[in-house]
Nanobody, 125 residues
Framework: QVQLVESGGGLVQAGGSLRLSCAAS????????MGWFRQVPGKEREFVAG????????YYSDSVKGRFIISRDNAKNTVFLQMNSLKPEDTAVYYC??????????????????WGQGTQVTVSS
């Protein structure tokens, strides 16, 4: 079982940047693809970005492509989400997730079965 703890959320003005971090423990981090999701009240959780176990492949939703960057540091068991040019519609609770099987790619629709507690990101206009 893996434990995931997000940090780095907060309040930022539109056009600003934030960097989210997710620290993992409890299993071999470097063998698992990771992802970031977000959710606003009344809506389903949506895929934001994913990264393969090696870090060699990344995937983004159309709404964040070109503005967000996902990365990982396997030596520190941490995955990051750099969020630039933030918009009010990016306001949500952001969740870190880990895939259930080893050596995944982190694509949307894959089995992300472990979740963090979430961190709030609020973008003011």
């Amino acid at each position: 079982q893996v434990q995931l703890v997000e940090s780095g959320g907060g309040l930022v003005q539109a056009g600003g940047s934030l960097r989210l971090s997710c620290a993992a423990s409890g299993r071999t981090f470097s063998s698992y693809a990771m992802g970031w999701f977000r959710q606003v009240p009344g809506k389903e959780r949506e895929f934001v970005a994913g990264i393969s176990w090696s870090g060699g492949s990344t995937y983004y939703s159309d709404s964040v492509k070109g503005r967000f960057i996902i990365s990982r540091d396997n030596a520190k068991n941490t995955v990051f989400l750099q969020m630039n040019s933030l918009k009010p519609e990016d306001t949500a609770v952001y969740y870190c997730a880990a895939e259930m099987i080893t050596y995944g790619l982190g694509r949307p629709g894959e089995d992300f079965g472990s979740w963090g507690q979430g961190t709030q990101v609020t973008v003011s206009s």
